[in-house]
């Protein structure tokens, strides 16, 4: 699962758990919600974790410039 996956989940998480009224029976739909959103989180944590561990590099780039002997 990717980053953008577990955002999703938190997503459909919290639209489950807080912003539908839906009856299904034996379905408690807000813990499903709530569960998803859990999952969710653990999966973006897990994502920070593992870039942590992996020394990331910095994300800024190197410009070189090139000088040039112009002559006439």
């Known amino acids: 699962m990717s980053l953008g996956g577990c955002i999703i989940l938190i ?3 919290a639209i489950l758990a807080f912003a539908t009224d ?3 029976q034996d ?3 807000d813990l ?3 569960i998803l959103m859990i999952v969710g989180l653990i ?3 897990a994502f ?3 870039g942590k561990r992996r020394g990331m590099p ?3 780039t190197t ?3 090139e000088e040039r002997d112009h002559r006439i």
């Open 11 to 13: 997503a459909v998480g």
């Open 22 to 24: 839906w009856q299904i």
């Open 27 to 29: 379905v408690n739909l």
């Open 32 to 34: 499903v919600g709530w």
């Open 43 to 45: 999966g973006v944590f």
């Open 48 to 50: 920070r974790s593992i």
């Open 58 to 60: 910095p994300s800024h």
């Open 63 to 65: 410009v070189i410039e």
